[in-house]
């Protein structure tokens, strides 16, 4: 089974923006604990972040027939995409979404996410570990081949 991990834009200035948020922990430190994570666990991973909306629908698109399940924290993207909610839905992948922060207790505009109309589950405000959670969770449900 192989996993991709997307992140949306920002999530690259993480350690360096709004720490009380998203703690002090950088980006490069979230992909380590991700990695040794799944090299512990055997699950094979891709993490690919971008700032561009078209860069994270192309990569979507490109998971088609390659990729087994995907784990995206779209950052500000889920309040605004319906175009990553149709690559999701195009592709037809299993997919999770995933915030550290816990969007429900923030402002109106982060009410809505475009992406959780596709999304199996939400998991917010859970820091770095909301990732492990979601990617333990595709693994558990779809992974059973491996
Ligand atoms: C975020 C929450 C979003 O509202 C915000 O725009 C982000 C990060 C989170 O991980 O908590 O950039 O997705």
Do not use: W
């Not at 995907?70 to 299993?94: E, G, M, Q």
């Not at 997919?95 to 589950?121: G, L, M, N, P, T």
């Not at 917010?124 to 693994?139: N, R």
């Amino acid at each position: 089974m192989k996993i991709l991990v997307l992140n949306g834009p920002n999530l690259n200035m993480l350690g360096i923006r709004e720490p009380s948020l998203y703690g002090s922990q950088t980006y490069e430190n979230l992909c380590k604990l991700i990695e040794e994570h799944c090299d512990d666990k055997n699950i094979d991973i891709e993490i690919y972040q971008s700032n561009h909306e078209g860069c994270l629908v192309d990569k979507i698109q490109q998971s088609y027939k390659t990729i087994d399940g995907i784990v995206i924290n779209p950052a500000a993207y889920t309040h605004t995409s319906v175009a990553l909610l149709d690559a999701l839905k195009a592709v037809s992948i299993p997919a999770v979404e995933v915030h550290i922060s816990d969007v429900s207790k923030r402002e109106d505009f982060r009410q809505i996410s475009f992406v959780r109309y596709y999304c199996e589950k939400t998991i917010a405000g859970k820091g770095f570990d909301g990732y492990i959670e979601a990617i333990d969770y595709l693994v558990d449900k779809y992974g059973v081949e491996q």
